[in-house]
């Protein structure tokens, strides 16, 4: 498809269960980020890549998240011991530029989100 | 501290009329950039406009323009003409350059807003 496009859309997890989300990006694109959106609330950051490289994972609340883009291109985001402060929508975007290097108003293009509700 | 302040929460407008929502900013860099973003009830941000810090011009993308004052810090989107479509979660953002800042967007909280017919 033409846009970012994130699997599942909705995911209900019992707490203390595992979760994989998925984002496949624009084709091409170079730079992929990760946030968690809670209700009523704006997107807040979780990590950031460049092509396979993960140079910023300030925004990961805690050792049970982790993510990866192993070959650059398609990368999860995985959830360990799921607990009810985990429920949020988590976006991924991504843009054709490296945020590092890119010129300023490099876009980031957004998926639908995963909706998470742990339960 | 917040880098990015959308004081209004909500803001109700009238079908074909113009509204203003509110964005603040903090940054130290004298390169930033500031986007605004729509998101429907469908959930996918939707990118709108982008304002960069060293454009004298204010930013126009169709009924969409950035009232950017750079002295006050302050990045506020103008919708001209509302329509129905517009109802939605608008968020600004705020990319910093290499001077310190942070290169990755920085979200404010959001302001709901709703047309009315």
Known sequence: GAGVSQSPR?????????????????SGHVSLFWYQQALGQGP????????EAQLDKSG????????????GSVST????????EDSAVYLCASSLESMAQGTMNTEAFFGQGTRLTVV | AQKI???????????????TLDCTYDTSDQSYGLFWYKQPSSGEMIFLIYQGSYDEQNATEGRYSLNFQKARKSANLVISASQLGDSAMYFCAMREGQGGGSYIPTFGRGTSLIVHP
């Not at chain 1, 990961?60 to 070959?71: G, V």
């Open chain 2, 5 to 19: 302040t959308q004081t209004q929460p909500g803001m109700f407008v009238q079908e074909k009329e113009a509204v």
């Open chain 1, 44 to 51: 807040e950051f979780l990590t950031y890549f460049q092509n």
């Open chain 1, 60 to 71: 990961l609340p805690s050792d049970r998240f982790f993510a990866e883009r192993p070959e």
């Open chain 1, 10 to 26: 909705y995911k209900v997890a019992k707490r203390g269960q595992d979760v994989a989300l998925r984002c496949d990006p624009i």
């Open chain 1, 77 to 84: 985001l995985k959830i360990q011991r799921t607990q009810q």
